[in-house]
């Protein structure tokens, strides 16, 4: 078992692959499985897969304030000081790729470079993040059985077992504890003096997409993507042109 502790929560984490280290962030539910996908399409690098607090194998508190940004980048930074890492790449998608912005703005110094996937600036502030927080909250109160009879009655299908089982298997107290956290992370500001190189990449049908989009345009250190005709859950399943360009923008931070 791969275990350390952060914050006296223990947090579970893989390692897959050699090379130059490369921090990969799960997006919510979600758990360090998602990024299984990632391993033979990065050749050369050297994976560090943790599940998220509140996921997977890791600890999961249900006390809203153990969810704060500062807290989840120093999970990370735990873990490569765990593992003696002095400096790596991250890749995080959606919430994932939220902390992967939190860490280029707070650790610039421990990454070559950073990737974030299917986030905008805003994304998880109260007021913009509220339309979709809410009703999650509201239906997860009940349990993940309840969610998932939510979930069909609105997008009016039957899961499959297996997509009833994801969610089943999901701490709703968590989950709660999680999407009840309000904070307004201004990473327009926090951001404008990062040295950390930073590529963004979200799908053209994404509703973070133009935030982000703009957000790049600010940073002087900042390169956006859009994936077309993708949306926020699509996006997630890489082109091979973003492959390719990740790959690109991976090495190109080495040699700078």
Not at 118 to 139: F, Q, T, Y
């Amino acid at each position: 078992m791969h275990i350390m502790t952060a914050d006296n929560i223990e947090i579970y984490f893989e390692v897959v692959g050699q090379g130059i280290p490369l921090v990969m962030l799960h997006g919510f539910m979600n758990t360090l499985a998602e990024n299984d996908k990632w391993a033979p399409l990065l050749p050369g690098y050297q994976l560090i897969l943790p599940d998220a607090r509140g996921h997977g194998r890791s600890g999961k508190p249900r006390d809203p304030s153990a969810y704060t940004l500062a807290k989840r980048t120093s999970d990370v930074i735990a873990l490569l000081d765990h593992l003696g890492i002095q400096k790596a790449h991250c890749m995080g998608y959606s919430m994932g790729g939220w902390v992967s912005l939190g860490l280029a703005a707070t650790y610039p110094e421990r990454f070559y470079a950073m990737i974030a996937g299917g986030i905008g600036p805003d994304a998880l502030n109260p007021e913009p993040s509220r339309m979709w927080r809410e009703p999650m909250v509201a239906a997860m109160k009940g349990g993940m059985e309840n969610y998932c009879r939510e979930v069909e009655a609105a997008e009016k299908r039957t899961m499959s077992a297996e997509e009833r089982a994801f969610y089943l298997a999901q701490d709703h107290k968590a989950l709660v504890a999680m999407l009840s956290l309000e904070e307004e992370i201004d990473f327009r500001h926090t951001l404008a003096n990062s040295s950390a190189d930073l590529l963004m990449y979200v799908g053209e049908l994404d509703m973070h997409h133009d935030s982000a989009k703009e957000l790049c345009a600010r940073l002087p250190h900042a390169h956006f993507l859009s994936i077309p005709g993708r949306d926020h859950g699509s996006a997630a399943e890489p082109p091979d042109f973003l492959v390719t360009e990740i790959l690109r923008f991976l090495t190109a931070t080495m040699q700078e």
